[in-house]
């Protein structure tokens, strides 16, 4: 296991207390975390982004798809089918999860299936009070050029 100090952030920085809790969930992720299905991410625009999960053999009723908590969870649990006696079988059509952290502002848009790919597009919306601002100086002190 490695240890990250974040101590020398913390003396420069307000705010990111909670970035030690981050990078652990992320390590954790890596460890318990199936590669199935396979997906992408895709950078579609500066704030914009796109998943895009391939799940043949699932249809829309045995996908779910929630957002929480800045956590997007993608799970499919198949139906029991019927016993099928297979001479070979190679397509995965096993249960799963997947969970993807998602940073402050980023809201999923829509998703939609096309031919066994489920894409989720997602938007980083900044609100206009996180944006940055001029803040105007003013001095309590009479100007330099002003002699009274």
Excluded at 43 to 62: H, R
Excluded at 98 to 118: E, I, P, S
Aim: with cysteine.
């Amino acid at each position: 296991m490695i240890n990250f100090d974040f101590s020398p952030l913390y003396r420069s920085s307000v705010g990111f207390d909670h970035l030690a809790s981050l990078v652990d969930v992320a390590t954790q992720y890596d460890r318990g975390q199936s590669s199935y299905p396979p997906y992408n991410i895709e950078l579609l625009d500066e704030d914009k982004y796109c998943i895009t999960m391939a799940i043949a053999g699932f249809n829309l009723s045995e996908l779910t798809i929630q957002a929480e908590n800045n956590t997007l969870t993608v799970s499919g649990k198949k139906q029991q089918p019927k016993e099928k006696q297979y001479l070979h079988h190679g397509i995965a059509e096993r249960n799963f999860e997947q969970r993807f952290q998602l940073v402050d502002h980023v809201k999923v848009t829509h998703a939609n299936m096309t031919n066994g790919l489920l894409n989720i597009e997602l938007i980083r919306e900044i609100p206009e009070a996180m944006k940055p601002r001029r803040i105007e100086i003013q001095s309590s002190e009479p100007a330099l050029g002003n002699a009274e």
